[in-house]
């Protein structure tokens, strides 16, 4: 496992470099926000999983869609770094590509001198159950966690593909993964309206987080559909919450 980069001289507001990952055998390209020079040190850490629609080996278009666009209104005023990998054409955000996840946030947090403290996962419709997925395979290693437009179990017929692996076995996987991060703070985001990925799962969940004393917060947008993500993204109050928590 390592990083393959070049190092020019950096600007000194928020900007996107590439980086390169070879993991397991295999090359995975990823790309990095890092906020502007002034930005306090050490930086607060985002890892950002994309949906069905960024997957590729570009390692950019992860960045067209959700966090990349309202990262770039906002460049200079956003204060964390923010790691962004990309899972290959039809593969989803587990086994394999979650490790390979977890491998580029390492990589990036080491070089760009991340917080290991207030380290936080977010991710988008297929990221949104990835957000999962990175949590239960390291359920230490994030302060806060915000799923969007995600779920626990397989949303549609047409893609049977798309569960959180680790809680898929359990008869009730909801309660299942609320218990096993229920010291995690978690808020999700869901539109009501959501014809993608039915709201049903996330208000199943955060019904079980709430039986079991687990603090997870549920937005659900009354008018929303499956592009929750703007909304969210562009909250002020999320990213006030989200950069209150730390790991102890």
Do not use: I
């Not at 050490?42 to 570009?58: I, K, Q």
């Not at 990262?71 to 290959?88: E, I």
């Not at 159950?129 to 779920?151: D, I």
């Not at 659900?220 to 002020?236: K, L, M, V």
């Amino acid at each position: 496992m390592g990083a393959c980069q070049s190092r020019p001289d950096r600007p000194a507001g928020g900007h996107f470099v590439e980086r390169t990952l070879e993991f397991e055998g295999r090359s995975f390209r990823y790309a990095v926000f890092v906020p502007a020079t002034a930005a306090a040190r050490p930086l607060p850490v985002v890892l950002f999983l994309h949906g069905s629609g960024e997957r590729g080996r570009d390692g950019h278009a992860q960045t067209t869609a959700g966090l990349g666009p309202w990262l770039r209104r906002n460049a200079d005023s956003f204060p964390a770094l923010v790691v962004m990998p990309q899972v290959p054409e039809n593969e989803e955000w587990m086994g394999f590509n979650t490790r390979m996840a977890l491998a580029a946030l390492d990589a990036a947090s080491v070089e760009f001198g991340g917080d290991p403290a207030r380290t936080y996962a977010t991710g988008m419709s297929m990221g949104g159950y990835g957000t999962w997925e990175a949590a239960l395979l390291a359920p230490q290693r994030f302060a806060a966690l915000v799923p969007v437009c995600g779920g626990v179990r397989a949303p549609r017929a047409v893609r049977p593909t798309l569960f959180v692996t680790a809680v898929a076995g359990e008869a009730d996987p909801y309660t299942a993964l609320a218990t096993r991060l229920k010291h995690v703070p978690v808020w999700m985001f869901h539109g009501a309206r959501d014809d993608l990925v039915l709201p049903d799962d996330d208000r199943r969940l955060h019904r079980a987080a709430a039986a079991v004393g687990a603090d997870f917060r549920y937005t659900e947008y009354p008018d929303g559909n499956h592009n929750a993500w703007d909304a969210t993204y562009a909250d002020p109050a999320m990213w006030d919450w989200l950069f209150a928590q730390r790991l102890p």
